[in-house]
C-alpha cells in the first residue's frame, strides 16, 4: 500500500512513522509513505498556500491552487483509489473504515489547517472525508497519523499471530474483554479464576461475556448497530 500525505507541517508528522509498528511495516515493504510539503505547490516568494475568507470571518482558508497541483502531480504519476480529507466536520473514524481503506493500493491523505481548504478542493477531489472525534485539532496532521496506524496495521505481515488485529476491539462491534498477566495475586486482587483454568473453551465464553458486558455498559450504541 502507499500513502501520500499532502500537509504543510511534514516535520510534525513524520515521527510516528519513524517508530514502532508503523516503522515496521515501511521497513518491510509492507507500506510506503510520501509526505508532501504544499508550501511547494504555493504562490510567489512567500510561498502562498492560504487567503481571507470570501465574505468575512476569521481565520485562513487553503487555496485550491496549490493542492490542485499537488494532486494532480500525483494522479500524473500513479492511479488514486481515494483522495481523503481530515476534517472535524465529517464521519467519525470507526474500525469497518480502516478494514475497507487497508484493502486499497494508492490513497492520498489531505490535512487541512486554519479553517481547512477551500470548498472546491472538497467537491472536485476529495472521495471520502474523515474525523477522528468530535474535537478540533489544530491542523489534520496527527488525525492524518491516527488513521494510518488504524490501516497500517491491518496490512498483512505487519503484525504478528500473537497481536493479530482480529481479536481487537471493535472488529466485531464489542470493546476487548479484560486482560491479565503475572502475578496472579497482586496484594490480594486476584485474576479470574477462570483464566488460570486451561479450560480454553470456557475461557473463550468467560471473554465473549465480558467483552458484551463491557460494551452495554460503556458503549451500549456499539450494539444498536
Ligand atoms: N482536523 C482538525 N480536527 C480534526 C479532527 N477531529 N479529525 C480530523 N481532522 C481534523
Known sequence: MRID???????????????????R???KNLAEVHFHNLRE??????????DYQ??????????IEP??????????????????????????LNQA???????????????GHYKGVDQRVRDLFVTREISIGDYVLTGGELA????????IRLLPGVLGDETSALTDSFQDNLLAPPVYTRPADYNGLKVPEILLSGNFPKIEEWRA??????TEMIRPDLLED
Open 5 to 23: 500525505i499532502i500537509t504543510v507541517e511534514p516535520d510534525l508528522i513524520k515521527s510516528p512513522f519513524e517508530n514502532s509498528m508503523m516503522k
Open 25 to 27: 511495516a515501511i521497513e
Open 41 to 50: 505547490y504555493g504562490f510567489g516568494n512567500y510561498r502562498q498556500i492560504d
Open 54 to 63: 470570501f465574505g468575512g470571518g476569521a481565520g485562513m482558508v487553503l487555496m
Open 67 to 92: 493542492i490542485a497541483k499537488c494532486i494532480e502531480k500525483l494522479k500524473a504519476e500513479r492511479e488514486y483509489d481515494e483522495v481523503i480529507y481530515m476534517t472535524p466536520d465529517a464521519k467519525t
Open 97 to 111: 473504515t480502516a478494514n475497507t481503506l487497508s484493502l486499497k493500493k494508492n490513497i492520498i491523505i489531505l490535512t
Open 144 to 151: 492524518a497519523a491516527v488513521l494510518c496506524d488504524a490501516v
Open 209 to 214: 461475556d465480558q467483552a458484551y458486558k463491557r
